[in-house]
């Protein structure tokens, strides 16, 4: 994971593609739920964002995370085509699963927030498996307000904030 | 939020330099005008020589604890005519009425080994009575500050007919660290913040403790499995069990039942969060609300017989009280803005809730039926309220804001006065009041 995280840095340089910071949080959350191999470790060995196939590319080059408007769990157009893109590369990488966690900005109350966030991720979730991802291979889960990405107290940061992202695990399926 | 009888209100406004009063010493706690009581607290005397620190230690402590309700204040000693070397000495009524204290606590304690007894009298000096009976406690010289605490809710509870709070524990969340790196551990403090003790490490998140009605354990929040789930926390032995949660399920928001043999909490599972119950003994489940919204923050009634909780079912977050048994619920929040974090008051009269309007935050109380809301503090980020065991005074987290912000605890009394931090090193967040000890 340490690498992945070292390569991700050193690739965002190189990256054409619109991107995103790798969430520090969302690699953390993975591992705990499945206990798998992390995605890092295979996404480093398979190559950089602008090999298709890679943890990379899902991450950067699609995007790992859609962004949502005040107190709504509705997926926007910009994260339709994001989570299509996603959900193409789900469909293509039928090794990983992942755990869509969701997060609320920090203007509620926490454990609401909680529930805000599962929404968001649920959201995620049934428009990826509307697009044909097995269910089975999606989690979800939410972080409230606990783990904001931008620390401002004002709507540029809480934009940010009001996110569902995408966290691959690579994991043979089981069951 | 103070009458006295009127007699006494007479004789204040009439006051010279020495007072009269008429009726015996006592405060109504209503929500009329506050006119302190004045009180003197002459160091307790050391019945042995190993007692002289707590014995001074422990009436500071008193004069603390009762001067920081904002019912009573401290006649300084500094004021003093007569000093009151002996517990056993008679008292000299006029040397007290002359510098007007209405009250005056006098003390012994007594220390052998590692044992700890203190007694003390309460007197109303303008009646020249002693107000109840001599009363002792004992306990450890490392808890001289129950000991303490304990004075001072048998005075505070003699003076105003009520029941004390101070000595009485909170838990809450104990945090540290950056934003968007916080750092979160279970710990447990006495009500004015001392005696912090950790109950978990900061290897996961942990949110939102609530003890349970006797004390002895703890529900949380946990995100070691990195999906929020339930766990029981036995606060002596601090071993842990979790609440069974099928996966894919969240599973946040836990408080006791009154017997607390049961818990009451949220479920979320495909974007929709429910009210269930589940039975700590037999693991079964009832589920209590059936809407697709979020339905939260359940908090049990003092008899156990209705639940007041917080659902977005009209589009926005508004409060709603159900039967304890679920069923039909009825909304009995209507103000301009959102209303989050029910609690109902030990007392049963109200519900102290977090509301947020035009971009700010409060504590307020209103009455079961939604009746007669009032709004006790405003702040960027106000929530989660907890009652005091005698439902005089509230507990919650303020949060400051920007990129530096940090959280703490606050409480304020149900009139709105007397808003103080709890004094705490580093951030604190999610207070649950605990019971008065035995």
């Known amino acids: ?175 | 939020m103070i009458k006295r009888f009127m007699t006494l209100l007479v004789a204040l406004m009439l006051a010279g330099p020495v007072l009269a009063q008429d009726g015996p010493l006592r405060l109504t706690i209503t929500d009329g005008v506050i006119e302190p009581i004045t009180f003197a607290v002459p160091a307790f005397e050391a019945e042995t020589p190993a007692a002289q620190q707590a014995a001074t230690d422990i009436s500071r402590l008193v004069v603390q604890d009762l001067a920081g309700t904002g019912l009573f204040r401290e006649v300084p000693a500094t004021a003093f005519i007569s000093q009151v070397s002996s517990f056993a000495q008679p008292i000299a009524f006029p040397d007290w009425r002359a510098i007007n204290a209405q009250a005056l606590i006098t003390g012994a304690v007594t220390v052998n080994g590692e044992q700890l007894v203190v007694k003390f009298r309460l007197y109303d000096v303008f009646s020249g009575q002693e107000l109840g009976q001599g009363l002792q406690f004992a306990g450890t010289t490392s808890g001289w500050r129950r000991m303490g605490h304990k004075v001072a809710d048998a005075v505070y509870s003699r003076i105003t007919g009520e029941g004390g709070y101070f000595d009485s524990r909170v838990v809450f969340v104990s945090e540290s660290g950056p934003k968007d790196n916080r750092q979160k551990r279970l710990a447990i403090m006495d009500f004015d913040g001392a005696n912090i003790q950790f109950l978990t490490d900061s290897s996961t998140i942990v949110l939102a403790p609530r003890f349970s009605p006797n004390g002895d354990r703890v529900l949380y929040t946990s995100f070691e499995s990195g999906f929020p789930r339930i766990n029981v926390l036995n606060v002596a032995n601090v071993g842990r069990q979790q609440l069974q949660t099928a996966p894919g399920e969240m599973a946040f928001s836990p408080r006791f039942s009154r017997d607390g043999r049961q818990v009451i909490y949220s479920l979320s599972n495909g974007g929709n969060t429910d009210i269930y119950r589940t039975d700590l003994g037999t693991g079964q489940s009832v589920r209590l609300t059936n809407a697709p919204s979020i339905d939260t923050a359940p908090s049990l009634s003092p008899d156990g017989s209705q639940i007041v909780f917080e659902s977005d079912r009209s589009g926005t977050q508004q409060l709603y009280v159900m039967s304890a048994n679920g069923g039909e619920a009825r909304r009995i929040s209507f103000g301009e803005g959102r209303y989050g974090t029910p609690v109902w008051s030990p007392r049963g009269d109200l519900v102290a809730f977090t509301k947020q309007n035009a971009g700010r935050f409060h504590i307020g109380v209103m009455r079961t039926d939604g009746s007669e809301e009032k709004l006790l503090t405003s702040s960027f980020l106000d929530e989660g309220p907890t009652w005091s065991p005698n439902g005089r005074v509230i507990m919650f987290s303020r949060e400051t804001q920007g990129a530096g912000g940090t959280s703490s605890l606050y409480s304020v009394d149900i009139s709105g006065r007397n808003l103080k931090a709890v004094p705490l090193q580093g951030g604190a967040s999610d207070p649950s009041w605990g019971p008065l000890q035995p």
């Open chain 1, 1 to 175: 994971m340490t690498y992945f995280k070292k390569t991700a840095v050193l690739l965002l340089v190189l990256a054409t593609a619109a991107c995103t910071n790798p969430d520090r949080f969302g690699g953390a959350g993975a591992d705990g739920a499945n206990g798998a191999a992390g995605a890092g470790a295979n996404g480093a060995v398979a190559g950089s964002a602008s090999d298709p196939s890679s943890p990379l590319f899902f991450n950067q080059t699609i995007g790992d995370r859609v962004l949502f408007a005040v107190d709504t769990s509705t997926i926007t157009p910009e994260g339709r085509t994001i989570l299509d893109g996603q959900a193409q590369w789900l469909l293509t990488n039928a090794d990983y699963r992942a755990v869509i966690e969701g997060h609320a900005d920090e203007q509620g109350t926490r454990e609401y927030n909680l529930a805000l966030g599962q929404r968001r991720a649920n959201a995620v979730r049934e428009y990826l498996v509307s697009r044909g991802v097995p269910a089975t291979r999606l989690q979800v889960t939410s972080y409230g307000k606990e783990r904001p990405l931008a620390v401002c107290s004002e709507e540029s940061c809480y934009a940010q904030n009001r996110r569902a992202v995408t966290v691959l695990s690579f994991s043979a399926i089981t069951s």
